[in-house]
């Protein structure tokens, strides 16, 4: 069983920067992707971006450019900077692993690839 953990959610002004974190534990298989999502009220939960086992990644066209997302060396702890920020990336953001084989390139950022999800951290961005 995986555990993911995410922080960093909070509130910021648009043009502002947030930087979230996600700490995973107790793997039993490694992880072939691991991806940012978010869930507006009333919206499904939509992919933001994903990293997988090369490092290749993969972004949401509404985000390309600014936000990054990254791993640490051991591949324990997902970032994901956040810049520009507008009021529409106001969500709940959910950290995310897959241990599918299949879940790089165009798979990456469909929800329904992963295995693993935190309890999301709030993101509000207001104008």
């Known amino acids: 069983q995986v555990q993911l953990v995410e922080s960093g959610g909070g509130s910021v002004q648009s043009g502002g920067s947030l930087r979230l974190s996600c700490a995973a534990s107790?793997?039993?298989?490694?992880?072939?992707?691991m991806g940012w999502f978010r869930q507006a009220p009333g919206k499904e939960r939509e992919g933001v971006a994903a990293?997988?086992?090369?490092?290749?990644?993969r972004y949401a066209d509404s985000v390309k450019g600014r936000f990054t997302i990254s791993q640490d060396n051991a591949k324990k702890t997902l970032y994901l900077q956040m810049n520009s920020l507008k009021p529409e990336d106001t969500a709940m953001y959910y950290c995310?692993?897959?241990?599918?084989?299949?879940?790089?390139?165009?798979?990456?950022?469909?929800?329904?690839?992963?295995?693993?999800w935190g309890q999301g951290t709030q993101v509000t961005v207001s104008s």
């Open positions: 107790g793997y039993t298989y490694s992880s072939d992707c």
């Open positions: 990293i997988d086992s090369d490092r290749s990644t």
């Open positions: 995310a692993a897959s241990t599918r084989a299949y879940c790089s390139g165009s798979r990456s950022l469909v929800r329904f690839v992963y295995d693993y």
